[in-house]
């Protein structure tokens, strides 16, 4: 984990998931994953877009040409935990594809300009998933 995720996941927790830094605010979450070729757990911070049953999270890395670890760990192992300002939710993650990826990523791009700006740094396409909560847990 970088310094800086550690820096912003200690922020969140200290805060009830409010992070001042970078201007985060309550926009984050905590996402809880197991490592694809390792199984070591993970924790990454991350921008989540709430839906009506979960969030939506973008892998975008800032517009690197590959995709964030965390992408491939979700595709390995997509039942993971979200962790948010008041608790822990069990989610399953699904990628979403074609037009209902389309829609999830405007949602990225009009909450940030950042994330439109990620689009232009890279020639893949940037990856959308849907976190949602698991009712049975």
Known sequence: ???FNALIIDEFRRNGGHVETE???DRLILLHTTGARTGAARVNPL???PTDDGWLVAASKGGAPEEPAWAHNLRAHPAIQVETGTGTVPTT????RGAERDAAWQRF???SSGFASYEKRTKRTIAVFHLVRDTTA
């Open 1 to 3: 984990m970088t310094d």
């Open 23 to 25: 201007g985060f605010g």
């Open 47 to 49: 921008m989540g877009i």
């Open 93 to 96: 993650a699904v990628e979403l």
């Open 109 to 111: 791009t009009a909450a």
